[in-house]
Protein backbone atom coordinates (compact mmCIF):
# COMPACT_ATOMS: atom_id res chain seq x y z
CA UNK A 1 0.00 0.00 0.00
CA UNK A 2 1.46 3.32 -1.25
CA UNK A 3 1.98 6.20 1.79
CA UNK A 4 -1.13 8.31 1.99
CA UNK A 5 -3.27 5.72 0.79
CA UNK A 6 -5.36 5.89 4.16
CA UNK A 7 -5.08 9.64 4.16
CA UNK A 8 -6.72 9.87 0.55
CA UNK A 9 -9.52 7.04 1.68
CA UNK A 10 -10.48 9.34 4.24
CA UNK A 11 -10.83 12.40 2.22
CA UNK A 12 -12.91 10.68 -0.38
CA UNK A 13 -14.92 9.01 2.91
CA UNK A 14 -15.15 12.92 3.94
CA UNK A 15 -15.87 14.05 0.27
CA UNK A 16 -18.83 11.59 -0.04
CA UNK A 17 -20.39 12.64 3.15
CA UNK A 18 -20.56 16.16 2.12
CA UNK A 19 -21.31 14.93 -1.25
CA UNK A 20 -24.84 13.00 0.11
CA UNK A 21 -25.38 16.17 2.36
CA UNK A 22 -25.25 18.50 -0.41
CA UNK A 23 -27.88 16.00 -2.72
CA UNK A 24 -30.06 16.53 0.35
CA UNK A 25 -30.16 19.85 1.01
CA UNK A 26 -30.40 20.57 -3.43
CA UNK A 27 -33.41 18.24 -3.25
CA UNK A 28 -35.62 20.08 0.19
CA UNK A 29 -33.97 23.56 -1.98
CA UNK A 30 -35.71 22.63 -4.92
CA UNK A 31 -39.21 22.35 -3.49
CA UNK A 32 -38.66 26.11 -2.69
CA UNK A 33 -36.33 27.68 -4.88
CA UNK A 34 -35.44 27.87 -8.67
CA UNK A 35 -32.80 25.45 -9.82
CA UNK A 36 -30.72 29.05 -10.97
CA UNK A 37 -30.90 30.59 -7.38
CA UNK A 38 -29.74 27.05 -5.97
CA UNK A 39 -26.99 26.77 -8.43
CA UNK A 40 -25.87 30.95 -7.69
CA UNK A 41 -25.50 30.55 -4.61
CA UNK A 42 -23.97 27.21 -4.72
CA UNK A 43 -21.20 27.98 -6.69
CA UNK A 44 -20.66 31.33 -4.93
CA UNK A 45 -20.12 29.55 -1.84
CA UNK A 46 -17.60 27.33 -3.72
CA UNK A 47 -16.45 30.13 -5.34
CA UNK A 48 -15.06 31.78 -1.97
CA UNK A 49 -13.87 28.62 -0.74
CA UNK A 50 -11.40 28.02 -4.31
CA UNK A 51 -10.03 31.56 -3.86
CA UNK A 52 -9.37 31.01 -0.61
CA UNK A 53 -7.60 27.66 -1.60
CA UNK A 54 -6.25 29.71 -4.35
CA UNK A 55 -4.40 32.11 -1.90
CA UNK A 56 -3.24 30.42 0.54
CA UNK A 57 -2.51 26.61 -1.18
CA UNK A 58 -1.49 27.72 -4.88
CA UNK A 59 0.75 30.77 -4.27
CA UNK A 60 3.61 29.21 -5.31
CA UNK A 61 2.02 26.94 -7.89
CA UNK A 62 3.12 26.93 -11.75
CA UNK A 63 0.77 28.43 -13.92
CA UNK A 64 -0.42 25.57 -15.45
CA UNK A 65 -1.81 24.37 -12.26
CA UNK A 66 -3.19 27.62 -11.40
CA UNK A 67 -5.20 27.51 -14.90
CA UNK A 68 -5.70 23.73 -14.55
CA UNK A 69 -7.47 24.35 -11.50
CA UNK A 70 -9.57 26.93 -13.30
CA UNK A 71 -10.76 24.83 -15.73
CA UNK A 72 -12.08 22.08 -13.08
CA UNK A 73 -14.55 24.99 -11.21
CA UNK A 74 -15.80 25.10 -14.82
CA UNK A 75 -16.74 21.94 -14.83
CA UNK A 76 -17.39 21.68 -11.28
CA UNK A 77 -19.99 24.60 -11.95
CA UNK A 78 -21.38 22.41 -14.91
CA UNK A 79 -21.76 19.46 -12.89
CA UNK A 80 -23.48 21.17 -10.65
CA UNK A 81 -26.43 22.61 -12.75
CA UNK A 82 -26.98 19.16 -13.96
CA UNK A 83 -26.95 17.81 -10.59
CA UNK A 84 -29.42 20.34 -9.06
CA UNK A 85 -31.40 20.04 -12.29
CA UNK A 86 -32.01 15.74 -11.61
CA UNK A 87 -32.84 16.43 -8.20
CA UNK A 88 -35.60 18.82 -9.13
CA UNK A 89 -36.76 15.88 -11.14
CA UNK A 90 -36.37 12.52 -9.16
CA UNK A 91 -35.66 11.34 -5.62
CA UNK A 92 -32.15 11.13 -4.89
CA UNK A 93 -32.35 7.72 -3.93
CA UNK A 94 -32.63 7.04 -7.93
CA UNK A 95 -29.76 8.92 -8.85
CA UNK A 96 -27.49 7.33 -5.82
CA UNK A 97 -26.42 4.74 -8.54
CA UNK A 98 -25.22 7.36 -10.65
CA UNK A 99 -22.53 8.58 -7.86
CA UNK A 100 -20.53 4.88 -8.51
CA UNK A 101 -20.18 5.92 -12.20
CA UNK A 102 -17.72 8.81 -11.28
CA UNK A 103 -15.36 6.29 -10.33
CA UNK A 104 -15.09 4.70 -13.58
CA UNK A 105 -15.13 8.02 -15.66
CA UNK A 106 -11.83 9.03 -12.95
CA UNK A 107 -10.61 6.06 -14.01
CA UNK A 108 -11.22 6.22 -17.42
CA UNK A 109 -10.08 10.26 -17.50
CA UNK A 110 -7.04 9.67 -15.73
CA UNK A 111 -6.02 7.09 -18.03
CA UNK A 112 -6.73 8.65 -21.22
CA UNK A 113 -5.48 12.06 -20.65
CA UNK A 114 -3.02 11.74 -17.54
CA UNK A 115 -1.36 8.64 -18.00
CA UNK A 116 -2.52 7.54 -14.53
CA UNK A 117 -3.50 3.84 -14.36
CA UNK A 118 -4.66 2.16 -11.35
CA UNK A 119 -3.32 -1.32 -10.13
CA UNK A 120 -4.62 -4.48 -11.25
CA UNK A 121 -6.82 -4.74 -8.05
CA UNK A 122 -7.70 -1.44 -7.90
CA UNK A 123 -9.46 -1.49 -11.50
CA UNK A 124 -11.26 -4.87 -10.44
CA UNK A 125 -12.28 -3.36 -7.28
CA UNK A 126 -13.31 -0.07 -8.80
CA UNK A 127 -15.49 -2.06 -11.39
CA UNK A 128 -17.05 -4.26 -9.28
CA UNK A 129 -18.54 -1.54 -6.71
CA UNK A 130 -19.29 0.49 -10.23
CA UNK A 131 -21.79 -2.07 -11.90
Not at 52 to 67: D, E, G, I, Q, S
Not at 75 to 91: C, E, H, K
Request: proline share 2%.
Amino acid sequence: MRNGTGRGALFALIAALCSATSNVQIRFLNGVEKPGAIVFYFSLMTMLIGLFYRAVWLAHAFTAAVAAADRLRIFGGMAQILVTLSLRYTDASLLAPFDYTTLVWSMMIGYLFLNVSPARQRRAQIMRFSL
